[in-house]
């Protein structure tokens, strides 16, 4: 008696099963020989292909250590194809620096495509090369390249799926095989891979942050300040909201989150021109300590710390209720929880 075989979950990213020649592909290196280098064609389910040393730079080679390492991920460039026998020629020197970005910026694209497409696969318990044959491949025919249809799908999955379909072929009550077409996905197998698509590809907000310093030494400097604060924080949108904090006198934060970096920087320098305006009509000072950029996660927390160990140092500090510092410097405690601006910053002597 007959099993049916287990799915496969291993398959190339593209409909070819070879690269073509002088195109630009991603690959691993496995061992390094005395007259060729052995790697993996990572995008073609790790087919092997071969870098002679020759070919490895175009000045004179001193060590071959210091250009290649066995499990480094670079591009190379296809020179010869044997398609029969399964030899793949590349090397390194042939590559310009516009192949190599080209090269890494649809491998990046093909990447994420292939590890939403082999978690499905392996989730729903179906072969991950009939998916690519079903759903895949069909798409980077239409789209170019299937990661701009999973962008699409991310907001309408109806517009880029509804199209795809397959041919079933079964025998009819007369004995004969008859041909019915189908959508290419069960449902169950496309509420998975809409799910996963949006779970990897719904755009995330970036966070762009500004640091300056302002400075107020007029009588009300503390006052001054606060209201340059509320101007700052009035140029923000409902799509990309302004919010200024105290760090430690008198160092300043403006940041925002948006899907639009761009638009993010713009809306800060903005934040910061009024800010500036502001404080200037009461001869106060802003200096702009670092411009507006988007930063990560890692850069966010270590401002949150450092926001927070500042706020332990205050706490520690008793007895200094009536000091005249505050006053004198225009750098005050500013509570604006009161105010409808939402800013609240902290005293830090």
Known sequence: MSTASPPNFDCRMYEAKFPE????????VKEIGDVATHVSLLEYNNIEGMILLSDLSRRRIRSV???IKVGRIEPAMVLRVNAEKGYIDLSKKRLSEQDVQICEERYSKSKLVHSIMRHVAETMNVDLEDLYIHVGWPLYRKYGHAFEAFKSI????????KSLTREVKHIGPD????SKVVPALSEDVKDALV??????MTPQPLKIRADIEMKCFQFDGVLHIKEAMRQAEAVGTKECPVKIKLVAPPAYVLNT????????????????AACGAAIERHKGKLTIKESPRAVSEREDKLLAEQMAKLGRDNAEISGDEDSEVEEDTGMGSVDLESTSSGITTESVI
């Open 175 to 178: 004995g004969k095989e008859v």
């Open 21 to 28: 020649v002088d195109t630009p592909v991603m690959i691993q």
């Open 65 to 67: 250590g210091s250009l």
């Open 154 to 161: 991310v907001n309408d999955p109806d517009s880029v799926l």
């Open 195 to 200: 799910r996963n698509i949006r779970r990897r």
């Open 257 to 272: 989150q948006t899907l639009d970096k761009e638009q993010g920087i713009k809306i800060l320098t903005e934040a910061i």
